[in-house]
């Protein structure tokens, strides 16, 4: 068996020299969780049949061998939310950037979406799918060698639902209301069962509706670059429709042998309209128009996979897969009710991925993977911009802007089961990123090279791994956003007349063809102690180097879109960063929690997490030189009560972070107010196959505010208005 293991590690790795010509990427590894081989520590090397009663969230999560938190359909259900985004603000540990999910406080492009183990496609909104096409989250805290290293903060892997081991038929509906009318959305997930093929097709159709108000003191130079003071009140409304489809086809080819076609598609159309109420205080300010905007978009998403074990210690894996992504608005803005300025754009991002792993176990101890992971990217923009029908920037308006991505990724990574209490993962993923940028000017290319080790032990404190400690030393990165890459101004709205200058606080905006990738080196440690009732108590501490931080950077410049110098934004590799926290969770019964205040029959759920941070950026002087974004800390505190003789469970969540200050750079800072969420439910139980949830979020929001100034003494200050929102849903099984 050694013989054939290493002759066929051979035949993989030269498979792997080849394949470095080829297009495009994928990958992960298994068919759900993205790891290659999954056991426990402490557990032998062989292969498992696994049939019968799904495990646990915790003891999936006990059972991995790298640090990761496991959110199952309770969860994905308890609130009845209509889309992922809001599932994830109540997870412990992550934030919400708009739609954009941020962990341990860093910016949403060091968290990396995975759907199925793969990351997410270009334009893949987490608003826009419903949870109930959704078998279950995992959130892990660093990157594994099998995985994209492009995880500084974590990984979210959304694991979409399996085909079904029986016929299926599940109809949810729903209505919402959030602002001037409900909306309506529902899911219906069909599935199918012959022999050797099963199938899932699960459908949304989703509709949102919302809107804020907010208010802007400005004091800053006006039109005329004299010293001005204004206020704008504006009313926001933003409504839409979409649907979402995600086919899956399981083949059973032998009882070792199974090809898997998993789609995902996507699409809709939004509206934005924005009003404002004017009042000049001082001198002769600019001012946001009226607007009114409206686009759409469509995702399209397909991935094929074979599995083949050879024998019960060898495993091969292939996959390719297919995405393409686009979207398209027209805008246009209105002052004193005339035209003003109108947007046309559209843009397309097309991606081809190839990816293939070979697992095999060595001995009792070893269980070896070598793989290779291939993408090709490219994105296109266009984009006509016209002041009452004159082009704004005569050079670059309605011309094509491209950006492309090539990425070979290769990787080894071994499971080691050193003793019954000891075991680690061992690997290293070596990545060559090549980016190319064109516009109206000559194509900038530039290609990194990123070799990233990573090393996951984990310490059993008793046989049943009840008490764990879990240490990892890795490295990861994160890559330049294609749209920064594309060397196209974005004329500021404010000031969008050319020929003369705008400020500082609102300043016109380009992307860097010569970005280079992010690099991190991070520790973490953590201890997990399993209680007895199915709770956990979780501490850990991390620390990231960060090195080639990317930010945005206003100067003065002269540009080639005006006769006169201009204040414009660029992305530049500005610095190098540090960042430390320790996170805390607990999760259980409240009688084991508080035993003698709280009967241990009682059914009440508790958990709570607090997340404490700190950042410093070596090019910026303390004391709130953080990283963007970063709060200080953040909290989490919920609870969940099962009333007994009824068929009814309450529960509730508040999510808080508190204010605090950036500097952006040296001449121009930041300050965020505090923010707090606080969602309840109410789920009844009608019949075996039927209930209804009533569940409200944001429940009496407080207002935010956010406020820019610059060392010359100008500022912006925002203030913004929430809304609750209220949603009543049934789960009908047919």
């Known amino acids: 068996m050694k013989y054939s293991c290493t002759r066929a590690c051979f035949w993989a790795l030269l498979g792997l020299s080849t394949s470095h010509f080829s297009l495009a990427w994928a990958q992960d590894i298994a068919v759900t969780s993205g790891e290659p081989v999954q056991r426990a520590p402490g557990s032998k090397l062989e292969r498992v049949e696994i049939s019968g009663k799904q495990s646990g969230d915790n003891e999936?999560?006990?059972?991995?061998?790298?640090?990761?938190?496991?959110?199952?359909?309770?969860?994905?259900?308890?609130?009845?939310?209509?889309?992922?985004?809001?599932?994830?603000?109540?997870?412990?540990?992550?934030?919400?950037?708009?739609?954009?999910?941020?962990?341990?406080?860093?910016?949403?492009?060091?968290?990396?979406?995975?759907?199925?183990?793969?990351?997410?496609?270009?334009?893949f909104a987490l608003d826009q799918l419903?949870?109930?096409?959704?078998?279950?989250?995992?959130?892990?805290?660093?990157?594994?060698?099998?995985q994209s290293a492009q995880a500084v903060a974590g990984a979210i892997n959304i694991i979409l639902k399996d085909a079904p081991k029986v016929s299926q038929r599940d109809l949810r509906l729903s209505s919402g209301y959030t602002v001037d009318r409900p909306t309506i959305s529902g899911s219906f997930t069909l599935g199918e069962k012959w022999t050797d093929l099963s199938l899932s097709l699960p459908i949304s159709l989703f509709e949102w509706r919302g809107g804020n108000t907010s208010t802007v003191l400005r004091n800053a130079p006006g039109l005329d670059g004299l010293a001005s003071l204004s206020q704008q009140r504006g009313e926001l409304l933003y409504f839409g429709h979409g649907i979402n489809l995600g086919p899956r086809l399981n083949w059973r080819l032998s009882d070792d042998e199974s090809l898997t076609w998993q789609s995902f598609l996507q699409k809709g159309i939004w509206n934005n309209q924005s009003t404002y109420l004017n009042q000049v205080l001082a001198g002769n300010p600019s001012l946001e128009d009226d607007a009114g905007f409206q686009g759409g978009w469509q995702n399209v998403r397909s991935n094929l996979q074979w599995i083949n074990h050879f024998t019960a210690a060898e495993r091969i894996e292939l996959k390719a897969g297919l995405s393409s992504s686009k979207g398209s608005f027209d805008g246009q803005t209105f002052r004193l009710g005339e035209p003003q300025r109108r947007t046309l754009a559209d843009n397309a991002d097309l991606s081809l991925t190839q990816a293939g792993n070979y697992s095999c176990l060595l001995n009792d101890a070893h269980s070896l993977t070598v793989g290779w992971d291939l993408e090709w990217r490219q994105r296109d923009e266009k984009r006509d911009i016209t002041e009452r029908g004159v082009p704004q920037t005569v050079e670059f308006e309605g011309q094509p802007f491209s950006a492309r991505?090539?990425?070979?990724?290769?990787?080894?990574?071994?499971?080691?089961?050193?003793?019954?209490?000891?075991?680690?993962?061992?690997?290293?993923?070596?990545e060559q990123i090549g980016t190319r940028s064109q516009g109206v000017a000559s194509p900038l290319s530039n290609t990194s090279n990123v070799l990233t080790p990573m090393v996951h032990l984990n310490y059993k404190f008793d046989a049943a791994g009840r008490d764990l400690v879990r240490a990892s030393i890795t490295r990861s990165y994160k890559a330049p956003d294609l749209s920064t890459l594309l060397a196209r101004p974005s004329i500021s709205s404010l000031f969008a007349d050319t020929s003369k200058s705008n400020t500082e606080l609102s300043p016109d905006r380009i992307g860097n063809p010569a970005l280079l990738p992010e690099l991190a080196t991070g520790l973490d440690i953590a201890f997990e102690n399993y209680l007895p009732s199915g709770g956990i108590i979780s501490v850990g501490v991390f620390y990231r180097q960060v090195n080639d931080l990317i930010r945005g950077v206003t100067s003065l410049q002269s540009v080639a879109w005006s006769g006169v110098p201009r204040w414009v934004s660029t992305p530049v590799n500005f610095s190098q960063a540090m960042t430390r926290g320790m996170e805390l969770e607990v999760k259980g019964r409240a009688g084991e929690f508080l035993p003698g205040l709280v009967d241990a029959k009682l059914p009440l759920n508790l958990r709570g997490s607090v997340n404490i941070y700190q950042s410093a950026v070596e090019a910026l002087p303390g004391p709130n030189n953080r990283l963007d974004g970063q709060q200080p800390w953040s909290g989490n505190l919920g609870f969940d009560y099962r009333f007994a003789g009824l068929p009814m469970t309450v529960g509730g969540n508040l999510a808080f972070t508190p204010g605090y200050t950036t500097l952006q750079t040296s001449s121009q800072s930041l300050d965020q107010s505090r923010s707090r969420s606080l969602d309840m439910f109410a789920q009844w139980v009608i019949s075996r196959k039927i209930s209804a949830r009533l569940s409200v979020n944001s429940w009496f929001p407080v207002d935010t505010e956010s406020q820019t100034t610059t060392v010359d003494g100008y500022s912006s200050n925002t203030v913004r208005n929430g809304r609750s929102s209220f949603i009543l849903g049934m789960e009908i099984k047919l």
């Open 60 to 123: 999936l999560r006990r059972r991995a061998q790298t640090a990761k938190q496991v959110y199952g359909r309770e969860e994905l259900d308890k609130y009845g939310d209509g889309n992922v985004a809001d599932v994830l603000k109540r997870l412990p540990g992550i934030t919400m950037q708009g739609n954009a999910p941020r962990m341990r406080g860093l910016g949403s492009g060091y968290t990396l979406i995975l759907i199925n183990g793969d990351p997410a496609p270009p334009g």
């Open 130 to 146: 419903d949870p109930a096409q959704v078998e279950r989250i995992e959130v892990t805290k660093g990157p594994t060698a099998s």
């Open 405 to 430: 991505v090539e990425r070979r990724a290769f990787f080894i990574q071994d499971e080691w089961e050193i003793s019954k209490r000891w075991s680690a993962q061992l690997g290293l993923r070596s």
